[in-house]
């Protein structure tokens, strides 16, 4: 079983940045993709970005160009820097691991984009 911590989260202005990092006990054997998803009050979870095994990359077009995905090679990590934030309802960014042996989500982290 593959136990994500995401971390990072917190008050930013508008325009501002914010680095997530999601923590993994272990990249999981095989194929896998780590995403990240977020998930405002009243609202469905929607896919932000994810990264492959072999680092292929995939954005959410409402953040493409402010957002980045990325993956430490040395320690089963991730991270997502957001450029550019927008105001926005507070949402919670969940980290996720989608491989041949399971599916897990982290416990997420509370993002707020506000003056």
């Known amino acids: 079983q593959v136990q994500l911590v995401e971390s990072g989260g917190g008050l930013v202005e508008p325009g501002g940045s914010l680095t997530l990092s999601c923590q993994a006990s272990?990249?999981?054997?095989?194929?896998?993709?780590m995403a990240w998803y977020r998930q405002a009050p009243g609202k469905e979870r929607e896919h932000v970005a994810d990264?492959?095994?072999?680092?292929?990359?995939k954005y959410n077009p409402s953040v493409e160009g402010r957002f980045t995905i990325s993956r430490d090679n040395a320690r089963p990590t991730i991270f997502l820097q957001m450029d550019s934030l927008k105001p926005e309802c507070p949402a919670v960014y969940y980290c996720?691991?989608?491989?041949?042996?399971?599916?897990?989500w982290g416990q997420g982290t509370q993002v707020t984009v506000s003056s």
């Open positions: 996720r691991s989608i491989g041949v042996t399971g599916d897990y």
């Open positions: 272990e990249y999981p054997s095989g194929y896998y993709v």
């Open positions: 990264i492959s095994k072999f680092g292929i990359t």
